[in-house]
């Protein structure tokens, strides 16, 4: 699973969390963001046997990446942005932080992004002129 989190200066927190996993003593988190090195970033096993990685990642643009436990096994990550084909035949997980920038910048700039009303639905009377108040009497 991948829990995002803008941190300003394009500048993302990306958690990474696998379930437990029989069998599996260590988990690494392997992508395009460290070279794929298969043991620069292992991931901590939580009390409950999940495993769980957190990095700062430049936003604009998207990672491909997978898991690679202490017997040699690849593995995805189920929640991921996306999958691609890679050349041995599987597919690698993709985190899109591309998508993930423009939000975090609407949201800088005052919040969701503007709703403009479709048209003929606008909250005004057929004849274009905004509704009087009734007076109380």
């Not at 690494?28 to 298969?38: D, P, R």
């Not at 009390?47 to 430049?58: N, V």
């Not at 999958?83 to 591309?98: I, W």
Request: net charge positive; hydrophobic share 30%.
């Amino acid at each position: 699973m991948l829990r995002k989190k803008p941190l300003g200066g394009k500048k993302f927190q990306v958690i990474f969390t696998m379930p437990p996993m029989e069998g599996v003593d260590s988990l690494h988190l392997c992508g395009e963001f460290n070279g794929w090195n298969e043991s620069s970033t292992p991931m901590r096993r939580e009390q409950d046997g999940s495993w769980i990685a957190t990095l700062t990642l430049d936003g604009g643009k998207s990672y491909v990446f997978r898991y690679r436990d202490n017997r040699g096994e690849w593995h995805n990550d189920w929640q991921a942005d996306a999958y691609v084909p890679n050349q041995f035949g599987t597919e690698n997980s993709v985190l899109d932080l591309a998508a993930q920038e423009v939000m975090a910048q609407r949201r800088d700039d005052g919040g969701a992004p503007s709703r403009r009303p479709r048209s003929g639905h606008q909250n005004k009377p057929a004849s274009g002129r905004a509704p009087q108040k009734k007076k109380r009497g």
